[in-house]
């Protein structure tokens, strides 16, 4: 299924008819599904209102996929972003709006964070009960990453409505994997609400490599992939990146009026440590400090918007902040100690990963050996950056050595564009 942007609404509700009834007599046959087998992939039709703007889709309105819902079983995988957005401009969390519509929701799974958004990075989570709905929340940051059968063996469909920022290391897009492959093996079919990519502007950074696959990177995409979620999901599909090659049974709910080159902000912070627009737009070049010795800012309320660490020289580090304990960070770098180094949040919006930043960092520690940890492998997806800036490469030398594998990528992912 494609998306039709219908002007003639009679035509329009008469289509809208017709494919949900098609669409509840699919459902009534047998989902038995083979390993390897083609699943279709459908891209929800524009519905119930043609002309809307762009907020009227972003923050997703659930009338707009009721009828692939109704009558069915449904668990949500989301967190505090899964809102629908109301008429005076206030949300409402998307498993309260279902319940009132009389959906028969049974479950949350909740990914890193938490279902509230509250919990450190890489803080476990462990299952809990909602307090408002009394519904079970299960975690996919605790012991398990991936809902089990025996989780999903009483759903029918589960809606998965997460915001993502567009970079590989944020580990919402290792989520959707597996609950993509947990959907998969139990026949079950899954609809991706798609939300806009802030970061969509732009694609860059090395290539992941299979062998340093990890639950910060699974897969082999550059730092920044230019997709949003729904798309991303159509590419984990369609290059059978799902263990054992499976497919899974997937319909994206699309945005309206939307291009990757639309500016959007988001209208509720997707981790407690991107707290706004700037920090969003830095992530991708910030976030190698955490594989370093140095601070990208956790602690403080200008979480990857600075960097210091208490060695580096004032003279030429002027910026000065001590980490406490705060939310999203309970035990952050340096805890307690005066911190300098540069603050960046008068960055003009960046159309690419700068490097300039950490490698000035390096060259400014006082113990070079010890600047950089395991962790950097991880984010960067490749071995090769730490040895290039080790080895004294310019921030142009480096950059020069991502494009075969960028120019590689894109057409890859030209394959599975929702958007222009």
């Keep these: 299924m494609v998306y039709i942007n219908f002007?003639?609404?009679?035509?329009?509700?008469?289509?809208?008819?017709?494919?949900?009834?098609?669409?509840?007599?699919?459902?009534?046959?047998?989902?038995?599904?083979?390993k390897n087998h083609q699943i279709s992939q459908n891209i929800a039709p524009d519905s119930?209102?043609?002309?809307?703007i762009i907020d009227d889709l972003i923050i997703s309105k659930p009338v707009d996929y009721l009828y692939l819902i109704k009558q069915k079983v449904i668990g949500v995988v989301g967190n505090q972003t899964s809102v629908v957005k109301n008429k005076n401009n206030s949300f409402t969390h998307l498993v309260d709006t279902l319940i009132s519509l009389k959906i028969d929701i049974k479950k949350v799974f909740s990914p890193e964070h938490g279902f509230r958004g509250k919990a450190d990075a890489g803080e476990k989570i462990d299952d809990a009960k909602d307090t408002k709905t009394g519904l079970p929340l299960i975690s996919l940051y605790g012991k398990n990453r991936k809902p089990s059968q025996e989780q999903l063996k009483d759903l029918d469909v589960v809606i998965f409505d997460i915001q993502d920022v567009g970079v590989r290391f944020y580990t919402y897009i290792s989520t959707?994997?597996?609950?993509?492959?947990?959907?998969?093996e139990a026949n079950i079919s899954l609809i991706v609400i798609d939300r806009p990519n802030p970061n969509s502007h732009y694609i860059d950074g090395p290539l992941l490599e299979i062998e340093h696959k990890s639950f910060v990177g699974m897969h082999p995409v550059p730092v920044t992939y230019g997709m949003t979620i729904g798309e991303?999901?159509?590419m984990?599909?369609?290059?059978?990146?799902?263990?054992?090659?499976?497919?899974?049974?997937?319909?994206?709910?699309?945005?309206?009026?939307?291009?990757?080159?639309?500016?959007?902000?988001?209208?509720?912070?997707?981790?407690?440590?991107?707290?706004?627009?700037?920090?969003i737009n830095l992530y991708p070049s910030l976030c190698f400090f955490e594989g370093t010795t140095a601070s990208a800012g956790r602690g403080t309320a200008m979480q990857f918007q600075i960097f210091g660490a208490p060695y580096l020289p004032k003279k030429e580090f002027s910026f000065s902040f001590t980490p406490i304990a705060n939310e999203g960070a309970k035990h952050p770098k340096f805890k307690g100690e005066l911190c300098y180094g540069k603050d960046l949040r008068k960055t003009k919006r960046l159309n690419a990963i700068d490097l300039s930043w950490i490698v000035e960092c390096y060259k400014a520690s006082n113990n070079k050996s010890q600047f950089f940890n395991p962790f950097l492998t991880k984010l960067a997806g490749t071995k090769n950056l730490q040895q290039q800036i080790e080895s004294?490469?310019?921030?142009?030398?480096?950059?020069?050595?991502?494009?075969?594998?960028?120019?590689?990528f894109k057409k890859t992912r030209s394959n599975y564009l929702i958007y222009d």
């Design 232 to 234: 991303y999901a159509k």
């Design 392 to 408: 004294g490469l310019t921030v142009e030398e480096i950059r020069t050595t991502w494009q075969q594998g960028l120019e590689s």
């Design 236 to 279: 984990i599909n369609g290059e059978k990146w799902l263990k054992d090659g499976l497919q899974c049974e997937l319909t994206i709910m699309p945005i309206k009026n939307y291009t990757h080159q639309t500016m959007y902000s988001l209208p509720i912070k997707p981790s407690p440590n991107l707290p706004n627009d700037v920090s």
């Design 48 to 52: 119930l209102s043609p002309d809307g």
């Design 176 to 184: 959707l994997h597996y609950v993509m492959e947990a959907c998969a």
């Design 7 to 34: 002007k003639n609404t009679y035509f329009f509700w008469v289509f809208i008819l017709v494919f949900g009834f098609i669409s509840c007599a699919k459902k009534s046959s047998s989902k038995t599904i083979k």
